[in-house]
């Protein structure tokens, strides 16, 4: 019991000083950890959109310049004119890709979607069932949205634009074919791939470009997906068990209206707190410094406060057991001190009443025991009287009687 | 006591998170699942007449769900649809060719066989086929043959070819489909050469073998070379074994015939596929268990003479479809046919040849 009390008041003591001092330690720790995350993922963020922003404008800047090439090729005399041959088209076609590189095909499709003449003639589908097709046989320059060549499997970009004859009739339609890889180095950049990397989606969320091609035509995850609603912005997001910084923009410039592409950045942002991690290792190296110095000195200060308790305890023991001359030895100068000085003088005080009780005691005995033999003296003479008067009384009840005989 | 305290808190605070996990874990579960509920309407696409008449307005009269139905006569009109509006249809049919098409480019659903326990009756020689190997995406429909609806008024032999397609007496009375693989593969067929050929100089032969058509009057859609053999303007016509065979029930007074060509025919195979982002994938699910019960699938094959691929359905057939050899061809006729397969690069001088057919 003894044992119990004396450790849990150093516990007590020590563990509050600590707390005490714990606590704003641990706060401002955590505080300055989170201000410095925060504002190095805020201004991650905000450069990671101004990166999708950029890069969505190289990506329009180049497929309006297609655009344009596709306008200007398809003025070419030799398209116009309706006595060229299957032949000189085709060799047109070859001359202009030379001039073109950038074009994985070029061909020229008449107004009944049946190709006159093609480089390559990798597209399959049917012309008359795209809109962009129909769109340009009624005059207007269109962009196609993301087309698959299935073999050899790549994706293009097709601009279909009418070729005009000199009756300001069209007569066919030309098409370039753009492959989405030359959009894609048009923005690549020379930044480490496994923090950084960039995704293209459609106006039906699927992923027409991606680092992994295994991930073209997934649809985007539903973590990138909810958080990219708006136009433009930034958000965070778990993928793969990874936590990615993501910046977006969409593209809505009005020019290519059907194309409601949105593009993604995403950086991973365990690299990007890699930035601060040894200011972090500072502050939590600091801040544990701090702590076990509070502990220390919390308990440290237990400690004090104990000693002169203890010593109080065994005074105060030792005088209820009798050694009323014990006197509690405190010499702290403080609060402590006094109680044990305020202690003494009443140790003090109680020994000398009970000093001067002791000789009281021993003078009030004296005197009783002197009433006590003057009473038994008295006594004495008492009872002698006593017998006396009964033996005086039995005499007469005799004689009594004997004259009460002679009388008869 | 105190000590006590502590434990209990601690371990009070560790159940907390534990509890809060397994919440967690749940109910972001549960967000991934499936919702197994019936939708109230259906949205499908077919080929036209592809469904036998009353098997919808019983679906939809058993389940009390609206099916609103397209019909297409090409497939790469449904792909295009599919493409740009992923979520438009819940249901369509496809061939096996444009299965492996659309699971290239991602558009099909994983098909969740757990809600299609009728998947059972398919016959084996139709399961896991190699352009959807596990049925992940497709379950078989119906399956036919490309051949040729002759009017024997007009033509003389009973055992006709591909080969005759080429004869003189016929000429400009001939139809084909205005379709690539099976135009081109009627002219590879004829030479001896497979429908799959990826041989540049067997594919410009049978192109040239077919510039001797004017393209753009021969080569013609399935319903239009069906008609043009009615209203006698042709009298041989590269069409598919059902059409045919229906239009011939149709028309018992005329001297028509579905012949399967002696050098050996495409065998084709049609299967019900679910677009990727389907807004009732469950509901379309639900439907193709519809379609593979015994008796709505014999109904299906029956009325529309193609040939079945639920065995189960064989007991309820029609008897004289079931036994009809141009519905369902003899051994020697399927050991000669094949199924179209990619062709990998070659295609673009596939391309190349057909389009130089149209333009001269």
Known sequence: MKEKTRLSLKIKLGLAITLVGIIPIIISATVSIGLARKTILDTKNESLQSIAEAKKSIIESLLYSNYVNTKLIAGKSTFESPDSSKDEIKEELVKINTIYPEYDDLSVVNLDGHVIASINYDYEGKWLEKDWFLEAKEGKTTISGVQTILDPFHTVIIFATPIIDENDKTRAILITQLPIDRVWASIEENVDRNSRFTILADENKRIIYHPSSEELFNTLPQGVNQYSQNKGGFFQTVQNGESLLVGYETFDDEFFSEMNWKIFVFEKESVVLKAISSLELSIIAASIGALIIAAVFGFRLGFQFLKPIKELKTAARNIGKGKLSFRANVKTHDEFSELAKIFNEMAEKIENLSKNLEKKVKQKTKELEEKNRVLKKSNAVMVGRELKMIKLKEEIDSLKQESKGKRE | ?360
């Open chain 2, 1 to 360: 006591m105190k000590k006590q305290t502590i434990y209990l808190l601690f371990t009070l605070f560790i159940g907390v998170i534990v509890v809060a996990a397994v919440l967690g874990y749940y109910l972001l579960k549960n967000d991934k699942n499936d919702k197994h509920t019936l939708a109230t309407e259906l949205n499908i696409a077919n080929w036209e007449d592809y469904f036998a008449e009353g098997v919808i307005e019983d679906f939809e009269a058993e389940y009390g769900i609206s099916v609103n139905l397209d019909t297409y006569n090409d497939e790469e009109v449904i792909l295009s649809l599919v493409q740009s509006d992923l979520g438009k249809y819940d249901f369509i049919v496809v061939s096996g060719l444009f299965v492996d098409k659309m699971k290239k480019l991602k558009l099909l659903a994983e098909i969740d066989l757990e809600n299609i326990p009728n998947y059972s009756n398919i016959g084996a020689g139709f399961q896991n086929p190699s352009y959807d190997p596990n049925n992940q995406s497709s379950i078989p429909y119906l399956w036919g043959t490309t051949g040729l609806l002759v009017n024997n008024d007009y033509t003389k032999e009973n055992e006709i070819g591909w080969q005759d397609l080429w004869d003189k007496e016929y000429v400009n009375h001939v139809r084909l489909l205005n379709d690539q693989r099976e135009a081109m593969g009627a002219s590879l067929k004829s030479l001896g050469h497979s429908i799959n050929s990826e041989d540049k100089k067997q594919i410009t032969e049978a192109a040239n073998k077919l510039k001797e058509f004017n393209a753009k009057e021969s080569f013609v859609d399935l319903d239009q070379g069906n008609d043009d053999v009615l209203t006698d303007k042709a009298w041989i016509a590269q069409t598919y074994s059902g059409d045919a065979l229906e239009l011939i029930d149709e028309n018992p007074d005329r001297n028509l015939d579905y012949i399967i060509p002696e050098e050996g025919t495409v065998i084709w195979v049609d299967n019900m596929v679910i677009p990727r982002d389907a807004k009732n994938k469950y509901t379309a699910e639900i439907f193709i268990n519809y379609l593979l019960r015994p008796e709505v699938s014999a109904k299906n094959a029956s009325e529309l003479w193609y040939a079945n691929t639920n065995q189960a359905a064989e007991e309820y057939m029609d008897q004289e479809v079931l036994n009809d050899p141009k519905v369902y061809p003899p051994k020697k006729i399927i050991e000669k046919s094949e199924k179209f397969t990619p062709i990998g690069e070659s295609q673009t001088i596939y391309n190349e040849v057909w389009e130089e057919l149209f333009v001269q």
